[in-house]
């Protein structure tokens, strides 16, 4: 498996995992994704920003997140304690296709993610997801995220919904 950095040339196939992401996430019965975000602008503004990277293998697309090494303002209050202080890294919009769930190309994605920060001097990663996202949790805890507490997004159209705030130490 290969890391890419994401081009507008990908657009589409990201919008499709996110799409299948989206109709597992509603069949679990929860709200997460279901408001409209991530759409397509999301992605491509990840794309201006060069923080898009995607999971391929053999020419396929496999997978696709977001990597940011900014402070995430949800991650600005949490009901717990973050691991750490200080800056951090963190990822975001983590999802696979379908076909390729439960082949470890979240958790090969989660340790791309871990280069990254530690190739740009961060000492951790951060990352959320909905409390009743048992699948990601999953994910989560198996790539070594910890449980930190309990946060509320802030912005956009899915503002003050509650995640659940992790953090892995490098």
């Not at 899915?158 to 130490?169: H, L, M, S, T």
Request: with cysteine; proline share 4%.
């Amino acid at each position: 498996m290969e890391f890419i950095t994401a081009a507008a040339e990908h657009i589409d196939r990201m919008c499709e995992i996110t799409d299948q992401a989206k109709v597992q996430l509603r069949a679990l019965g929860l709200d997460q994704w279901q408001k409209g975000y991530p759409g397509r602008e999301v992605w491509l503004q990840d794309i201006r920003e060069g923080c898009a990277y995607l999971a391929a293998e053999n020419g396929e697309i496999l997978g696709a997140f977001a990597f940011q090494v900014t402070p995430d303002p949800s991650y600005g209050v949490i009901d717990g304690k973050w691991l750490t202080d200080g800056a951090y890294a963190s990822m975001h919009r983590v999802c696979v296709a379908d076909g390729c769930k439960g082949k470890g190309v979240a958790g090969r994605m989660f340790a791309y993610g871990f280069r990254l920060a530690k190739e740009a001097g961060f000492s951790s990663v951060r990352i959320d997801t909905h409390p009743g996202n048992r699948p990601m949790q999953r994910a989560l805890e198996k790539a070594g995220f910890q449980v930190c507490g309990g946060i509320r997004l802030l912005g956009g159209c899915e503002d003050g919904d509650p995640r659940i705030g992790y953090e892995k130490v490098l």
